[in-house]
């Protein structure tokens, strides 16, 4: 077993833990619930892990992770009717509310 992802917020390990299960790579969740041990035990020991089961799956995870993770995944879109650009995650323009295509 190897640990492929790590990070204090457990949403964003809890994503990364579907996206890598998505892609039929089995990993197993860490430290999920050791937030209560917080002044008794280090903070970065604390923090949830994700790690693969099989070795052999360690590069295909890393790689999954790091495109998911990359800014290039979620790319801005620009309006056609005003030409305003707009981040990926709004569905209509914040300027002239025209709907993404």
């Known amino acids: 077993m190897n640990m492929v992802y790590v990070n204090e ?3 964003i390990v809890g994503n990364v833990n579907n996206i890598l299960q998505a892609h039929e790579i089995d990993v197993i969740l860490k430290n999920e619930f ?3 041990g917080n002044g008794e035990l280090s903070s970065l020991d604390m923090w949830p892990e ?3 089961l099989k070795d052999s799956d360690y590069d ?5 992770i790091e495109k998911s993770l990359s800014k290039d995944s979620y790319p801005e879109w620009k309006c ?9 995650s709004f569905g209509s323009c914040w300027k002239c ?3 993404n295509p």
Do not use: F, K, M
């Not at 295909?60 to 999954?64: D, F």
């Not at 056609?80 to 990926?88: D, F, L, M």
């Open 9 to 11: 917020n457990c949403l």
């Open 50 to 52: 994700l790690w693969v």
């Open 60 to 64: 295909r995870a890393t790689s999954v």
């Open 97 to 99: 509310q025209s709907d």
């Open 34 to 36: 050791l937030q209560g």
């Open 80 to 88: 056609s009717t005003c030409r305003e650009i707009n981040y990926v």
